[in-house]
Every structure is written in structure tokens, then in C-alpha cells.
């Protein structure tokens, strides 16, 4: 088992920042790629940002790429996404996502999930 926290979420005005933070317990963090994800209201679970157990491959949704950076520390459990120049558009709940898998991107591929932390970007 694993069980996944996060933290970070907020309001915050377009072309704003926040940086949300997944802690991660239960089992050897590094052995798990770590996904972001993000649900608005009426819509479907959509992929954000995935990186892989070691950071060596990491990969973005087209909506978000050169705003937003994933990253991880495995020696503190924890992954974060850095995100920049938010849109209004970005408003949602935020999940993050744990599996085994090498390179996971589909929801369907992850085992772990966290709670989510809403982010709420005023225009």
C-alpha cells in the first residue's frame, strides 16, 4: 500500500504561482513513477504530468507545458508540481498518483491515489 497526501492548493489570480507537494508513504518511493492529475468540475479525470521513479523521463500534458514543472525528491517521498502563468482554465481538483508502472499516463494505469487539493484561479 501507499498512501499519497497532498498539500499546496489554493486561490490564486491568473498569471499567478503555486507549488503543490504529494508526500508519499508505505513503500520505497523510488521504485514508483508519480503522476499529477486534475479534475474540473463536469469534466473527466485528464492527465497533467507524470515523472518517472528515478526523474529520468518526464512528460506534460499540451495544455500545460512550459507552465508547469514536475519534479521529485526521493529522499523526503515527496513529488511537486510547480505551477506558473495560471489560467483560469487551470481551476480544478488535483490529484496525485502512484504506480509501479514504468511511464504511467492514463488514469486507469495508477493504483495510489491521493485525496486532491483544489486550485482556484480567479480572472
Known amino acids: 500500500q501507499v498512501q499519497l497526501v497532498e498539500s499546496g492548493g489554493g486561490l490564486v489570480q491568473a498569471g499567478g504561482s503555486l507549488r503543490l507537494s504529494c508526500a508519499a508513504s508505505g513503500r520505497t518511493f523510488s521504485n514508483y513513477a508519480m503522476g499529477w492529475f486534475r479534475q474540473a468540475p463536469g469534466k473527466e479525470r485528464e492527465f497533467v504530468a507524470v515523472?518517472?521513479?528515478?526523474?529520468?523521463?518526464?512528460n506534460y500534458a499540451y495544455s500545460v507545458k512550459g507552465r508547469f514543472t514536475i519534479s521529485r525528491e526521493n529522499a523526503k517521498n515527496t513529488v511537486y508540481l510547480q505551477m506558473n502563468s495560471l489560467k483560469p482554465e487551470d481551476t480544478a481538483v488535483y490529484y496525485c498518483?502512484?504506480?509501479?508502472?514504468?511511464?504511467?499516463?492514463?488514469?486507469?494505469?495508477?493504483?495510489?491515489w491521493g485525496q486532491g487539493t483544489q486550485v482556484t484561479v480567479s480572472s
Open positions: 515523472i518517472t521513479g528515478g526523474g529520468t523521463r518526464i
Open positions: 498518483a502512484a504506480d509501479r508502472t514504468y511511464y504511467p499516463t492514463q488514469v486507469e494505469e495508477y493504483d495510489y
